[in-house]
């Protein structure tokens, strides 16, 4: 059954839904263990590698030509399969550190999380970083310890880590049988099976031997002695050094089972999926300013969490990505967005595979579809048949970086300000106006945006920009209660004022210590590096 076909049954047991994210440090494995994924719900045909030669082995869900080019991920991407009766709505995010704004509101869109961690290395700055805005927002995790194929750290040592650093208990749902050059497969705990590694080519799992437990006499058949030894002592160790598997403690974001694999091989990963369909949540309530909005609500409700345009170049296209919340969305229903105060028709909404779409006729609760639009829809909008609710929880960060723009044929500057405002409302990027001067200025949280804009503008805009250094280092959101003291700053710094793509109010300082000492000057004025989008 299609995705489209699935996403519109109207019986009265329609598919669950499991809506996660993929979570990891660069190189952990997330984009490759996002093609095994789809490729065990037998979603695709053809498991591609990132680093692979030639452009049928790029990885399906890197779209974008600078993602091919580097093999990473950069942008959030939509994939939506089915297992069994449970429709997966998964978002791959990107790993690198530059683009966590981006993973950050695509978190908001998730019930649950796949935490990837590489079994050479642990637990890293940015997988912290990304763990800390789920427990933020209660999204439960499951952890898949990847390339345990190759040499790395022992399990004990990687689930330790984790219940060390991230403070969260461990519940290990499988074990490997050895690792690196001694690694024979993976003993599955919940159901007493050896899956085996295949040596005759060492690509693909070996056959599935069944057992009554690490004491059956076929164990010793199946494996040499000194693996069954070890598997003996180190599974049965773990068996009872750690928790059994408790899914409220999981719900509840204290508990992480653990799956040690290799998305490489395709080792774990049906294990995983099976996981998923057991333990992740279905959609849940979303906050919103009235209070929470439950999917049982009969009335549809979603918000966009992201905006991508040009997906398809040759159309120019500009596509909203909506979370479904609450009530079964139909195609040609209206919707009404409170911050534009109008209804809109939502005449084609679409589900993805990477870049391939298809109409979706009806979507319910947990779902994400793609609302094509000409600049109408922004991020943090809301869209129900109610009109009163507001969806909270999609903020905007400060940058950390801020350039100059230069363009080199001064002949295109409305090509610059249309191609940089889509830009911005996608997120990849900050842009400013000051008050003074012409020159537009860009803020990114790391260069790498700084390239990834280039690139795009190039590819997509047909405009070769520069950057040069700016006056600038911080910028801050200005507000205050008192509308008059608002005005007297603005008039009495308009050197160091500019408006953002929205048109709001903000304030350009040299540095961090400056800003501190004009904090001070000013107590009666809020100085934001956090804002909520409205």
Not at 99 to 125: C, H, N, P
Not at 307 to 321: E, L, S, T, Y
Request: proline share 6%.
């Amino acid at each position: 059954m299609s995705e489209a076909a699935l996403l519109a049954r109207t019986d009265d047991q329609p598919a669950e839904r499991r809506t996660f994210a993929i979570i990891s440090h660069p190189d952990a494995g997330k984009t490759t263990l996002t093609e095994k994924l789809l490729y065990s719900a037998g979603a695709i045909h053809e498991a591609g590698e990132v680093r692979a030669r030639g452009d049928r082995r790029r990885a399906r869900s890197d779209w974008m030509a600078i993602e091919q080019q580097r093999g990473i991920s950069v942008t959030s991407s939509v994939m939506t399969f089915e297992v069994g009766n449970i429709l997966f709505n998964l978002l791959d995010t990107p790993g690198h550190q530059d683009f966590s704004e981006d993973t950050y509101r695509t978190l908001t869109a998730v019930d649950s999380a796949i935490m990837v961690i590489d079994a050479a290395k642990g637990i890293e700055a940015q997988t912290r970083k990304l763990f800390e805005v789920c427990r933020l927002r209660n999204i439960p995790i499951v952890t898949f310890i990847n390339k345990v194929d190759r040499e790395g750290l022992s399990p004990f040592a990687l689930l330790d880590e984790i219940a060390e650093t991230l403070q969260l208990d461990v519940s290990p749902r499988n074990w490997p049988v050895g690792m690196g050059g001694l690694f024979h497969g993976l003993y599955d705990y919940a159901e007493d099976k050896l899956l085996l590694a295949d040596k005759s080519d060492g690509t693909v799992p070996g056959r599935v031997v069944q057992l009554s437990g690490m004491d059956d006499p076929l164990l010793d058949e199946t494996l040499p002695a000194d693996a069954v030894a070890h598997l003996r002592e180190e599974g049965e160790l773990a068996r009872a050094a750690y928790p059994d598997f408790d899914l409220q403690a999981f719900l509840n974001g204290d508990l992480t089972p653990v799956f040690f694999g290799s998305a490489l091989r395709e080792f774990g990963i049906r294990q995983l999926l099976d996981g998923l369909s057991a333990f992740a949540p279905s959609p849940g309530p979303q906050p919103a300013r009235n209070g929470p909005v439950a999917p049982s609500e009969s009335r549809v409700s979603g918000f966009i969490f992201k905006v991508q345009a040009n997906m398809d170049p040759n159309h120019r296209d500009r596509i909203a990505f909506m979370r479904v919340c609450s009530g079964a969305l139909k195609r040609g229903m209206k919707l009404t967005n409170p911050r534009l105060g109008k209804a809109i028709s939502i005449q084609n909404p679409i589900t993805f595979f990477a870049r391939d779409r298809e109409l979706a006729e009806l979507a319910r609760p947990g779902d994400i579809v793609g609302i094509p639009n000409h600049g109408t829809l922004r991020v943090g909008d809301t869209l129900s048949e109610r009109g009163d609710i507001a969806f909270t929880g999609l903020p905007d960060f400060a940058p950390e970086i801020l350039r100059r723009v230069h363009l080199g044929d001064p002949m295109k500057s409305k090509q610059m300000r249309k191609g940089l405002s889509d830009l911005a409302e996608e997120g990849v990027i900050r842009i400013f106006k000051p008050a003074l001067g012409s020159n537009w200025i860009v803020g990114v949280v790391g260069s790498l945006q700084l390239d990834v804009l280039a690139t795009r503008m190039e590819a997509e805009y047909g405009l070769k920009l520069g950057f040069e250094p700016s006056p600038w280092e911080v910028a801050r959101w200005v507000a205050a209660d008192d509308e008059t003291e608002l005005k007297r700053l603005m008039a009495t710094h308009r050197s160091s004022m500019a408006e953002d793509g929205d048109g709001e109010p903000v304030l350009l300082m040299r540095n961090e210590w400056e800003m501190g000492r004009f904090a001070q000057d000013w107590p009666n004025i809020r100085f934001a590096s956090v804002r909520e989008r409205s």
